[in-house]
């Protein structure tokens, strides 16, 4: 697969969104490790994650500790494959998301995020959600303070305006690798932050590309063009939706959520699927 850089390192262009195998509606775990050997098999090395992707109310890290009993159970080479994943949300008892910023809360999750994955440094670790009640430094302060002790290896942010990213990299001296915001044919109010990551040279994480959970499977219906952009090129909406953004960006790397191998699969045959110019212009204004 083709693929693009985080920060120093280089990733698949299509990465895998871990969610959907760890809030409600999962799969069983032989199925949810089946999912992600789909996407190490179809090449991808890049794997979203969060403390936080866990049913409520405090079951925290199931996502790390699946991801990690996936990556240890692969029969192949897994070297390659960059874990992301994120602290500063939370799960209320009931069942809906809460965020906490607060820096000596960051520094505890990305101990235990450590323990739960296994690792001595985290691949790339993101500040999940600016949380209203601490201020934004503050917050990305404690980032700083992980990487400066070498806890974690790179730095991302995730649902960020552009004032958020600049101050992010401020504060963490110029060493913001990615940002993580919302993207897909139904969202596109993040392309202000798409074209500021451009200028500055950071990764931006699409999130929920295809409309989120339960929203995926009808994004032909909702978005009728993408559909017909796929009837002529005899592939699925979805693999329209992910080929249209990675054009958008040398930068854009799509994080598709899966609970099968079928959509991993297709999902990560995105980067293959070339839309000319004119598919590109129409599905702009779809
Ligand atoms: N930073 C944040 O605040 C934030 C928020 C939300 C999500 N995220 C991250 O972004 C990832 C992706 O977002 P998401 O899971 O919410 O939404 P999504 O990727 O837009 O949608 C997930 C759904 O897409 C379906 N799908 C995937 N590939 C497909 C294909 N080729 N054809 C048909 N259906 C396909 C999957 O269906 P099946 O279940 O049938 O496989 C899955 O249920 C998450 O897993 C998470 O890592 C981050």
Same mark, same amino acid.
């Given at each position: 697969?083709q693929? =693009?850089? /985080?920060?120093d390192?280089q990733?698949?262009a299509?990465g895998l969104g871990?969610?959907?195998?760890?809030?409600?509606g =999962?799969?069983?775990?032989?199925?949810?490790?089946? +999912?992600?050997?789909?996407?190490l098999?179809a090449?991808v090395? !890049?794997?979203? +994650?969060a403390?936080s992707?866990?049913?409520p109310p405090?079951?925290?890290?199931?996502?790390?500790e699946l991801?990690a009993?996936a990556?240890a159970?692969y029969?192949g080479?897994?070297?390659?494959?960059?874990?992301?994943t994120?602290?500063?949300?939370?799960? +209320?008892?009931?069942?809906?998301?809460?965020?906490d910023?607060?820096p000596?809360?960051?520094k505890?999750?990305?101990?235990e995020?450590?323990k739960?994955?296994? @690792?001595?440094?985290i691949?790339l670790y993101?500040?999940h959600?600016?949380?209203?009640?601490v201020?934004?430094?503050?917050s990305?302060g404690?980032?700083?303070d992980l990487?400066?002790?070498?806890?974690? !290896?790179?730095?991302?942010i995730?649902n960020a *305006?552009?004032?958020?990213?600049r101050? &992010?990299?401020?504060? !963490?001296?110029?060493r913001?690798v990615? @940002?993580?915001?919302?993207f897909s044919? @139904?969202f596109?109010?993040?392309?202000p932050?798409?074209a500021l990551c451009?200028?500055?040279?950071?990764?931006?994480l &699409?999130?929920?590309? !295809?409309?989120g959970?339960?929203r995926?499977?009808?994004?032909g219906?909702r978005?009728?063009?993408?559909?017909?952009?796929?009837r002529s090129h005899?592939?699925?909406?979805?693999? /329209?939706?992910?080929?249209?953004?990675l054009?958008?960006?040398?930068?854009?790397?799509p994080?598709?959520?899966?609970?099968?191998p079928? *959509?991993? *699969?297709?999902?990560?045959?995105?980067?293959?699927?070339?839309?000319?110019?004119a598919?590109?212009a129409r599905?702009d204004?779809?």
């Open positions: 697969m693929s =693009r850089p /985080v920060g390192v990733v698949s299509v871990e969610m959907p195998l760890s809030i409600e =999962r799969p069983d775990e032989r199925r949810s490790l089946a +999912t992600i050997h789909a996407a098999d090449g090395t !890049l794997i979203d +994650t403390n992707y866990h049913l405090d079951e925290a890290g199931h996502g790390e991801v009993r990556l159970a029969g080479d897994t070297s390659a494959v960059l874990v992301a994120k602290g500063g949300m939370t799960r +209320t008892p009931d069942g809906g998301w809460g965020t910023g607060r000596d809360y960051l505890r999750c990305c101990e995020s450590l739960r994955l296994g @690792v001595e440094a691949g993101q500040h959600r600016p949380d209203p009640d201020p934004y430094a503050e990305i404690a980032i700083r990487l400066d002790a070498g806890k974690i !290896l790179r730095a991302g995730s *305006t552009p004032e958020h990213i101050e &992010a990299n401020e504060v !963490l001296g110029g913001l990615s @940002v993580q915001n919302r044919p @139904v596109r109010s993040s392309e932050e798409l451009d200028s500055m040279g950071l990764t931006f &699409a999130y929920s590309p !295809l409309g959970i339960g995926a499977a009808d994004l219906t978005v009728a063009r993408f559909a017909e952009v796929a005899g592939v699925s909406p979805q693999r /329209v939706a992910l080929a249209w953004m054009a958008k960006s040398p930068v854009l790397v994080i598709p959520g899966s609970t099968r079928e *959509t991993v *699969t297709d999902s990560a045959q995105a980067p293959e699927l070339a839309l000319s110019a598919e590109l599905l204004t779809a």
